[in-house]
């Protein structure tokens, strides 16, 4: 099953996408992480990167790209995969197509998780990460057994930096603006199923498990 993950921020992408991998045995990509983890450590990536993050822009597409295609490439890829928060341009998808030929791996489908603002909002504001697994909490919807703590490894949890009220407002308008219109793109090919970003970590992947049987995906 190869799949990508759309949708706004705050819509679920990050936790459904570890549920289904758990669950498929598929390989999760999120571009947010890995930009994350170069920002940690201080690659020259990550220096570049930052400074968009920081401001809720996009890392543009040439700085992304290398980074996708090194890991699309990658042996683990083979067994079926999910990407969670690329592509987020029009820019990035052909990118994708090109690079997804190449490797003679084709997309089977792209979920876009259709999602109230209010929810996005709540969501955000709530949302805390592990350090060490980048493990997706939320202090109302999903809280850890011990509070500022990891249930997976222990880590210590935080809120991302982007995830402050300003941040999220521009990180909404920059997804209306660039990211929204890969809706149309994904249903022009055929490859676009709706799903409901609003239900909880649960009801949605119930709701997918029922469109990949019909599908004929799993
Ligand atoms: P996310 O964890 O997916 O919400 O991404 C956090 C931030 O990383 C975004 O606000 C962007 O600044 C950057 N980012 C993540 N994925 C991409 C991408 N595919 N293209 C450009 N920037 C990205």
Redesign the pocket.
């Known amino acids: 099953m190869r799949l990508v993950l759309l949708g706004p ?1 705050g819509a679920g ?2 936790t459904q996408a570890a549920v289904l991998c758990e669950n498929y045995k598929l390989a999760h990509m ?7 983890e170069a920002v940690k450590k201080n690659t020259k990536l990550g220096i570049k ?1 930052k400074t ?2 920081d ?7 040439e ?2 790209a290398g980074m ?1 295609t090194e890991k699309l490439q990658q042996k683990n890829m083979t067994k079926g995969f999910i990407l ?6 029009k820019g ?1 998808a052909e990118i994708l197509d090109t690079a997804l030929d190449s490797l003679s791996l084709p997309l089977d489908m792209v979920v876009y998780f259709e999602t109230k603002e209010q929810t996005i909002l709540k969501r955000l504001t709530g949302r805390r990460i592990c350090r060490k697994c980048s493990r997706i909490f939320h202090t109302i919807n999903i809280p850890s057994k011990q509070e500022g703590i990891c249930d997976s490894c222990g880590g210590e949890l935080y809120q ?1 930096d ?1 995830d402050k009220e300003h ?1 999220i407002k521009k ?1 909404i308008e ?1 997804y209306n603006n660039q990211t929204k219109e890969l809706i149309e793109y994904y249903q022009e090919k055929g490859l676009l199923e709706k799903a409901s970003g609003d239900l909880d970590v649960k009801e949605l992947f119930a709701v997918l498990k029922d469109t990949f049987k019909k599908s004929g995906l799993a």
């Open positions: 921020p992408k990050g999120s571009t947010g992480d890995l930009l994350r990167a968009y993050m401001k809720g822009d996009l890392v543009p597409d700085v992304v996708i969670d928060g690329f592509p987020r341009t990035q991302r982007d941040t990180r920059v």
